[in-house]
């Protein structure tokens, strides 16, 4: 309940005034940041400053293998990136600010893979997955950088596959909550192909925003098309953090009417 | 400071990773609803409750003289609702979630007309002004409801009047925070004049947005017009909030740069 909705009356003069207080509830929704292989945090921080303007607690960091630990970009595995996320979204969900129910999840490329996965680990309410990328299962605790070499993933990309013959695919299967999904049009890292994979994996999802990035590339060069996944992440979150308050307004001045 | 912002680390098997937290401070916002005569709280419950979506704390209250206190209505003053308002202004600003330096007040018709002069008695951010009405200083400590016989009020209501000549008119004139003021077009109660004069006496505000809804009359009869209120005070409020608190996330981030 993130409204919390209450009758009151308060002394004036020898009289009183009734009143009603509706308030946030203490704890607020959490945002947890991945970038994408060879990004950095720093990348996220002010979409993470915007959202934090809506009242979100939100928190970016460094994958194992960027920034300060690069040099382990040839050695970290996607394991230990996942033991990494999950590490941080421990540390987001145990904050006392954090409703640890209320948790969205904002991945870019490797980061949005990932984020998939912890799905099926954590509690995530909502999932924002910006070009996620694609990898076989096969050698999972094999060095990141090395699936480029031995995995064919141009051709593993352009395939049309279903949720149970690949991890991510199928943690977006079993994903119940909100999903947003975003593509760079003209995207040959993380091609057509593989956002038709999730997006098609993503049945389940309470519900679904699917957007294209018109005239952008994998990275999103360029401020318009960075501003354009800025507007539409926003608005998406605005929506669902927001819409959920209401709603919970809306339930608890029903229960007070009610009472 | 709304937004906090600190850097941690996060530990994961023998290692670590680096990572920022973006945080709204622990208090919020507090926006308090004062309604017009022959009005009730009900009238601003949902504005209230869109508004506490936005992570505000929001309060609405019923006038002396109104619902459970309407035998009151012959004989409460301005003095008295003046008071019934501070009354409800403290109890919102020593509320623990609230941060008491930003206080956001939405006044309605004699509502707006009270809210003006409460900003002189205590801190107000934002002031929110819908079809404020304007009343003679003198009688101060008569029943409200007498003004109307003893007081000329629509040829009052007509003058071009100068913030001494007003008490509410000069509490606008000091008024240094961010101020909104709606106008209905077909307001035969609050004519256009009254706006014309609160306007002009609001010239030291820190912004002024200022707007008509078009084909609305005194008590925004229909769905519309009513609907158009909440569209532009749902965007101004959300401007003033979530700006202030976005703005706050930069200083944190600059200052966190230059550490």
């Known amino acids: 309940m993130w409204i919390q909705h209450k009758r009151l009356t308060i002394g004036v003069d020898d009289e009183s005034v009734c009143a009603t207080l509706l308030s946030p509830a203490p704890t607020l929704p ?66 006392p600010q954090v409703d640890e129910t209320s948790i969205a999840v904002v991945g870019i490329s490797y980061g949005g893979y990932l984020a998939t996965i912890l799905s099926t680990l954590r509690s995530v309410r909502w999932l924002a997955l910006r070009s996620p990328a694609l990898y076989k299962d096969e050698q999972w605790g094999a060095p990141k950088r090395q699936l480029h070499a031995d995995q064919d993933l141009a051709a593993y990309r352009q395939r049309r596959l279903q949720p149970p013959e690949n991890r991510a695919l199928a943690a977006c299967a079993t994903f119940t909550g909100d999903a947003l999904l975003i593509e760079a049009e003209h995207d040959v890292v993380v091609p057509a192909p593989v956002m038709e994979n999730y997006r098609a994996a993503l049945a389940g999802a309470h519900s679904l925003t699917s957007r294209v990035l018109r005239g952008a590339d994998h990275a999103l060069s360029g401020q318009r098309a960075q501003q354009a ?4 992440l926003l ?12 709603e919970a307004a809306q339930v608890s001045l029903d229960e007070a009417e009610r009472a």
């Open 235 to 246: 608005g998406w979150i605005t929506e669902m953090v927001v819409g959920a308050r209401e």
């Open 229 to 232: 996944f800025t507007d539409v």
């Open 30 to 95: 959490g945002v947890l940041f991945v970038h994408g292989w060879g990004g950095s945090q720093a990348q996220d921080l002010e979409r993470a400053k915007a959202i934090s303007g809506l009242g979100c607690c939100c928190l970016t960091f460094d994958l194992r293998g960027h920034e300060r630990t690069a040099d382990r970009a040839q050695t970290v595995t996607r394991e230990e990136n996942l033991r990494d996320l999950v590490a941080a979204y421990d540390w987001l969900a145990s904050h």
